[in-house]
Nanobody, 116 residues
Framework: VQLQASGGGLVQPGGSLRLSCAAS????????MGWYRQAPGKQRESVAT???????TYADSVKGRFTISRDNGKNTVYLQMNNLKLEDTAVYYC???????????WGQGTQVTVSS
């Protein structure tokens, strides 16, 4: 199983970015998919999760600003980030849980930097 994340970058406060993460290698697809992030000197924290049925959960710090979605046909999860704040600066990691053996896999991190 492989996950390939993309879409990070440098953005000013109030700006937007869209992260994508394409998963492959699981013929039966994936259950939960989502995003974590890790800022310098801090622990990795959950940002958003989406089930195969489309149920979503968000960290309180991003509610109303971030939207997670997925395309099950493409095994791809997205994170639309609006109204970005300085404190959103972190390396963002996607993950996916395989349906057939319920194992969690991580993608490589993608850097998001919010700076004026």
């Amino acid at each position: 199983v492989q996950l390939q994340a993309s879409g990070g970058g440098l953005v000013q406060p109030g700006g937007s970015l869209r992260l994508s993460c394409a998963a492959s290698g699981s013929a039966s697809g994936f259950n939960n998919m989502g995003w974590y992030r890790q800022a310098p000197g801090k622990q990795r924290e959950s940002v958003a999760t989406i089930t195969s049925g489309g149920t979503t959960t968000y960290a309180d710090s991003v509610k109303g600003r971030f939207t997670i979605s997925r395309d099950n046909g493409k095994n791809t999860v997205y994170l639309q980030m609006n109204n970005l704040k300085l404190e959103d600066t972190a390396v963002y990691y996607c993950y996916a849980v395989t349906s057939y053996n319920i194992r969690l896999y991580w993608g490589q991190g993608t850097q998001v930097t919010v700076s004026s």
